[in-house]
């Protein structure tokens, strides 16, 4: 079944980034981390125009220390011309930025590639706008969050901040977990088992111990839920149960993306049985945000998760100065991240020292009063 309508938004400052979640009841609709220093989906960035890109109407473009692809209908640029363009997708594995052409925006003279014209918008205030009728509470774990936000949303937002002694986003990063799990279970017992690959992502639909058609009916409710939190897009394949009910299965399926608020297309069954369909890419997938290559988590993501959890311990523990035992690469990542190291340690009030232990794995890190 489909999940009710959005009721709540969690905003949650920590060092380094802000993280968003979209909530329905205690489960997680989407996600955004918004890590500090890097453009993401909707930023206006300058770029400098380069060679026209082979077999395709796209040029590259410069956007500062990485290359985008620019794509057009019919506008023809010069190579070395500077422009303003979106970024619709940051760059990722294998894969060039993907930008749009902004009309009318000015462009400083002096611009060099990759500065920021304008940046990107707010989770908030798209979430806001699409589901204001149903959300309840916006809550925010900062007072300078929750004002920040009232000047965004206006004063008709119901915007609080947390006061009590629990983690408010620890119901998010339980939906985070498994968002990031290949198998998402199904309450008839049955699975889908999600894969992307560079292609494609294949989505296989286990029925377990249920019938088929009970089976396919949650696998697509559940595949709907899966392509929003985990931000799936681009080519899609669904290896649905074969059925003689299958016929309905595209319009079942279009029925549960309806309120997608990326375009989402139902191209049908394949001739051997796959539902095929596409969704707009826009952004980065959860896994690309949080991830390696690999599936690991990548040494910025358990950086950022230690000093979050360094300036908890402190205040639980009531801890002046906390020590922080890492992975050798996660202290050379937290040597990148200074300005977020310094945040930690402005909210403790104290002192945060990192040390590098060779025998940790890169996901392990240890915390104690120091």
């Given at each position: 079944m ?41 930023a ?35 190579e ?6 979106v ?28 500065a ?22 916006i ?118 993306v ?14 051997l ?29 358990v ?68």
């Amino acid at each position: 079944m489909p999940l009710p309508p959005p009721d709540s938004i969690l905003v949650a400052r920590g060092p380094g980034e802000t993280r968003y979640a979209l909530m329905s009841g205690e489960t997680l609709v989407e996600i955004a981390h918004r890590r500090d220093g890097a453009p993401y989906e909707g930023a206006v960035l300058f770029a400098r125009i380069g060679a026209a890109a082979p077999g395709m109407r796209a040029v590259f473009a410069d956007i500062g220390g990485a290359a985008g692809l620019l794509k057009m209908k019919s506008t023809v640029l010069t190579e070395g011309a500077g422009v303003a363009v979106v970024l619709v997708v940051p760059p990722r594995a294998g894969k060039n930025a993907e930008l749009a052409l902004t009309p009318d925006m000015p462009v400083p003279a002096d611009a060099k590639p990759g500065a920021v014209l304008r940046a990107s918008p707010d989770p908030t205030v798209a979430w806001w706008a699409r589901h204001g009728a149903t959300i309840t509470q916006i809550i925010c774990t900062r007072r300078a969050e929750a004002a920040r936000l009232k000047g965004l949303l206006g004063a008709a937002a119901p915007i609080s901040v947390h006061t009590g002694s629990g983690d408010v986003f620890a119901v998010a990063d339980a939906g985070i977990a498994e968002a990031l799990d290949p198998v998402a279970p199904l309450p008839c017992g049955g699975s889908v088992i999600i894969e992307s690959t560079a292609a494609a992502v294949c989505i296989d639909v286990n029925a377990g111990p249920a019938d088929a058609d009970t089976a396919n009916g949650e696998a697509l409710a559940a595949v709907a839920r899966e392509l929003r939190r985990r931000n799936l897009a681009g080519h899609i394949l669904v290896d649905v149960i074969p059925t003689r009910r299958k016929a309905a299965l595209s319009r079942l399926f279009g029925g549960l993306v309806a309120d997608d608020p990326l375009d989402v297309r139902v191209a049908g069954l394949t001739p051997l049985g796959m539902l095929e369909l596409t969704r707009r890419r826009m952004g980065l997938s959860l896994a690309e945000t949080l991830c390696d290559g690999t599936g690991r988590p990548s040494a910025e993501t358990v950086a950022l998760h230690a000093l979050r959890d360094a300036v908890r311990f402190a205040f639980s523990a009531k801890a002046a100065h906390v020590a922080l035992d890492v992975a050798p690469e996660v202290v050379e990542t937290l040597a990148g991240l200074e300005g977020a190291v310094t945040e930690a340690r402005d909210m403790i009030k104290g002192e945060i020292r990192i040390a590098a232990r060779a025998n940790f794995i890169r996901a392990r890190f240890e915390l104690r009063p120091a």
